[in-house]
């Protein structure tokens, strides 16, 4: 960073706009803890918060706190710019390029739950605490037996939560106006039933009387969410060009795609407190997850996980290079709407739709998505977002999505690999190596199959047949077998001819 220029902070801020909700979260009451100091929260729900704040929707503020003690320097530097961060969105929306930045305000305070225990039982004792928001990644969100040590940090996530109830319970009476509402925004399905789920275990290990367990149940909502933003951080040395614009430093600076999306299970009426889709945010309040986290599986990892294979034994490393790629951009394209959507049980028009903000984040000129880190654990991925649609059609009797085939096709030569020094290592069509990072039995099985002296018909067979790795004894599949030999024969002779 340059020293000529001032790091963000309110006296910054103040001197660049004069707006009053620009400034006011630090005068109003906390209203959400928020457990997560990362990159991610920040790029969503945070963001989300000031959009509702500078509509005049939302008067709170938010506390920020880490998770686990190595947060602590994040949480020091949101300190000491009093809150305040500036988030650039970038990318493409509705077919142009954009790239616009925001001091997001929306922050109160950021403080060390381990270095001032204190507070944090302040807030769990404070009447205007209503909600609770949380990214702690999926292994932060898993019960951890802890004893309990009065005045001490509690590690885990969970234990956190049932330690800032238990504190609640007592110095609030138990009311059930008096709980909270938990949005969990873990990549975890039903991240609020399992945070739930910890929480009751630790008042168990803890000896919490059946009456604390009773008002958790009655008085406070663990809502199950799904959140999707690729928020991407900081952007590395173009930021010094950034600051030389704007006039000031800005350690926390953050960076996100235009697209974001959050579903959570609850009434709609929620938003009355929460406003989030009064503010005009892609956040929807629904009876049931399952349809959204279907459509997210399916389309657009399951268009990851189609396109990685093929396009990474071609040469090409990254998703937009795909998308732009004059055969893999159709093929992927084709397999979406022609064969994914098709086959999932929801309304074709929402979907079509859905698809087309897909393509827009795969073509985002600033992110450099590589597939070679979509193909970690590829075949577990492929038996998770693409196998259930091509089974569709075969359970139906119906001809095979032809382009979901070739990707299996192309994964299972992918994973054509031998062990050298503990890894195994696999090459494209011209010859170039990679190493494979997947399950090692899994690959050990295919590697055997691969190496046999066997007719090509007879290593397909046998590589249908793992079941232990696809589920399903996919060598009973009508035609599958013949179209993958087909699919790999003209894969070695090249694919663009």
């Known amino acids: 960073m340059t020293s000529s220029i001032s790091s963000l902070n309110r006296a910054v801020l103040n001197e660049r706009d004069h707006h009053a909700n620009r400034d006011g979260a630090h005068e109003s009451p906390v209203t959400v803890l928020q457990i997560g100091e990362g990159n991610f929260l920040r790029g969503f729900f945070d963001w989300m918060i000031h959009e509702c704040r500078e509509q005049g929707l939302y008067a709170g503020g938010i506390a920020v706190t880490q998770p686990r003690p190595s947060g602590k320097a994040k949480i020091e530097a949101l300190a000491a710019q009093d809150g305040l961060y500036t988030l650039v969105t970038r990318g493409i929306e509705n077919g142009e390029r954009i790239e616009r930045a925001q001091i997001v305000t929306s922050i109160a305070e950021a403080f060390d739950p381990y270095g001032d225990w204190k507070r944090f039982v302040a807030l769990a004792e404070s009447p205007s605490l209503r909600f609770v928001v949380s990214n ?129 299970e609850a009434e709609p009426e929620l938003d009355d407190e929460f406003p989030l889709r009064a503010a005009g945010l892609n956040v929807h309040w629904v009876a049931d997850l399952k349809p959204y986290q279907l459509r997210k599986v399916r389309i657009l990892n399951g268009a990851h996980t189609l396109m990685t294979p093929l396009a990474l034994l071609h ?138 002296e066997q007719p090509i018909a007879v290593t397909v067979e046998r590589l249908l047949g793992l079941s232990d790795v696809w589920g399903i004894d996919l060598s009973s599949v009508k035609n599958l077998a013949e179209w993958v030999v087909r699919d790999l024969e003209k894969m070695e002779a090249g694919f663009d001819e």
Not at 203 to 219: H, I, K, M, N
Request: hydrophobic fraction near 40%.
């Open 136 to 264: 702690t990644t999926e292994a932060g969100l898993a019960y951890r037996p802890e004893p309990l040590e009065e005045g001490k940090p509690i590690q885990s996530f969970p234990g956190k939560i049932a330690y800032l109830l238990y504190r609640r319970f007592v110095a609030l009476g138990g009311g059930k106006a008096k709980g909270l509402i938990f949005l969990p925004c873990e990549l975890l399905e039903r991240n609020g039933d399992e945070l739930k789920r910890c929480v009751l275990r630790y008042a168990e290990d803890w000896g919490y009387p059946e009456s604390f367990r009773e008002w958790v149940l009655t008085g406070n909502r663990f809502l199950n969410s799904l959140v999707d933003r690729i928020v991407t951080g900081h952007p590395g040395e173009q930021a010094r060009s950034w600051f030389e614009e704007w006039g000031y430093e800005d350690a926390m600076l953050d960076t996100a795609e235009p697209y974001h999306f959050w579903a959570i």
């Open 315 to 452: 040469g090409v490393s990254i998703v937009r290079d795909v998308m732009q790629h004059p055969r893999f951009g159709a093929f992927v394209k084709e397999a979406v709407e022609r064969e994914i959507v098709p086959a999932i049980p929801l309304p074709q028009d929402e979907l079509t739709a859905y698809a087309a903000t897909v393509y827009e984040r795969f073509l985002n000129p600033f992110i450099d998505h590589r597939l070679a880190d979509i193909a970690m654990n590829g075949l577990s991925k492929f038996k998770v977002r693409l196998l259930p649609t091509l089974l569709h059609y075969a359970d139906r009797g119906e001809s095979l999505p032809a382009n979901i085939v070739l990707a299996f096709s192309a994964l299972l030569r992918y994973c054509q690999a031998e062990k050298k020094d503990g890894a195994y290592v696999g090459w494209t069509l011209d010859g170039t190596a990679y190493e494979i990072r997947d399950d090692g039995e899994a690959l050990a099985a295919i590697a055997a199959i691969w190496s046999a």
